[in-house]
Each structure stands twice: as C-alpha cells, then as structure tokens.
C-alpha cells in the first residue's frame, strides 16, 4: 500500500445528490492533491492543498468543492454533478511542492454520475 | 493543446520481449521525466524519473533513454513478464528555476501494456 487512503472505493450518485469523497495520507506528507482520471485522457490536476492552504484550483467547477482540515485529511464534496463528471478520482500527497518530490496516489474513488 | 504526447495507446508483448513506449513533449522548460505504472484498482506509482542531464537511466529492467534535442523520451521494459501488464503514464515537469509551480505534472495519456505468458 502507498499510506494513501480513499473512501469510498465506489459511489453511484444522482445529478440532484450531495457526496463526499475522502482522502487520508499516513505519510507525514504536506501537500495533497486531486485528480481526476478519465479513459484516453490524461490526468487532470483539480486542486492542490499545502499546509493545509489552498494553492491551486485548476478551473474546476464550482460543482466540485474541496476541503483540508489539516495535512492528513482531504475531502472532495461533490453536489449536483453531470454525468461527464463520471471518473475515477485519486488522491495524491508528496512531502512538499517541489518538482522532486514524489506523488503518491491512493487507489482512487470510482464515480457514477446517473 | 496536450503537451506530452505519448505513444502507442496500446502495446502486447510477448513474455521475454522488450516493450517500448514512447514520449514527446514540447514545452523546453520541462526538467524532470517521471514514468508511472498504474495496476487495475490502483493509483499510479511512480517507476522511474530521469533529469536531462543524462540520456539514459536503468533500473533493473526498466530503462529511459532521453534526447533532449529532440524532445523526446522512452520507456523500455526489457525481458517483460506478464507482471509487467498495466497502465504507463509518462510525465513532465518544469524545473526548479523556471518559475511557476514546477511540481504540477503534466502525463501523457497512457499506454495499456499486455504481456501474454
């Protein structure tokens, strides 16, 4: 295992529903990270947390609202999505921002908009 | 516009076969070349990065070999086996004098490897 956590592994949900997505690391990591998997496309960054801080947002729907209570926990709360945000949606940590410092993913939250 | 291009979009091997896979990228401020593999039901790991300070780095039996005038990156997998079977991304980011966020990743779109026993 990567000591990076998702709940829950699946989620079908309506258009009108209100979920959450959540992500722990149990790396002593700082930074952690969204994306978004779709088949045939490359990896989307969504958001990006360090020190709990929010320093990136990559023009994602409103839709889409995410939350980091502190450095080991990060949640994705998703309210009235369309069915092409039907994805698989990982979690990343890595110590700090910086370009070599690794990615580790967890093993991602498979969703189902209907 | 996508900025990694990566090559082929699947790839079957034969068991004790090399596999190759293939990237291209076309912003020059990209300084670090991670590869990531990727199994059904789990995220990506990272494999194995180069810098472009060097043209080839080896791992065991994976090996990139980079051309920096070209552009250009590869993964070879060497002597594959069926565990080898999965989900390849290819990735880029800038480096750390080139301002910006230098740990955004930019990935290819992946390569589905299968390596039949």
């Known amino acids: 295992e990567t000591g990076v956590t998702q709940t829950p592994r699946h989620l079908v949900m309506g258009m009108t529903n209100k979920k959450s997505l959540k992500c722990e690391q149990h790396l002593g990591h700082n930074a952690m990270y969204w994306y978004k998997q779709s088949a045939k496309k490359p990896l989307e960054l969504m958001f990006v947390y360090n020190f709990k801080e929010q320093t990136e947002n990559n023009s994602v729907p409103s839709r889409f609202s995410p939350e980091c209570p502190n450095s080991s926990h990060l949640f994705l709360h998703l309210h009235t999505l369309q069915p092409e945000d039907s994805a698989l949606y990982l979690c990343?940590?890595?110590?700090?921002?910086?370009?070599?410092?690794?990615?580790?993913f967890g093993p991602g939250t498979r969703l189902t908009v209907l | 516009q996508q900025q990694v291009k990566q090559s082929p979009q699947s790839l079957i091997v034969q068991k004790g076969g090399i596999s190759i896979i293939n990237c291209a990228y076309e912003?020059?401020?990209?300084?670090?070349f991670p590869w990531y593999q990727q199994f059904p039901g789990k995220g990506p790991a990272l494999l194995i990065a180069?810098?472009?300070?060097?043209s080839e780095k080896k791992e065991g039996r994976f090996t990139i070999s980079f051309n920096k005038s070209a552009k250009q990156f590869s993964l070879h997998i060497m002597d594959s086996q069926p565990g080898d079977s999965a989900t390849y991304f290819c990735?880029?980011?800038?480096?750390?004098?080139?301002?910006?966020?230098?740990?955004?990743?930019?990935f290819g779109k992946g390569t589905l490897l299968t390596v039949n026993p």
């Open positions: 990343a940590s890595s110590l700090g921002l910086y370009i070599y410092n690794e990615q580790f």
């Open positions: 912003n020059t401020a990209f300084d670090y």
């Open positions: 990735a880029a980011s800038k480096g750390p004098n080139s301002g910006g966020s230098n740990y955004k990743l930019t």
């Open positions: 180069i810098r472009p300070d060097v």
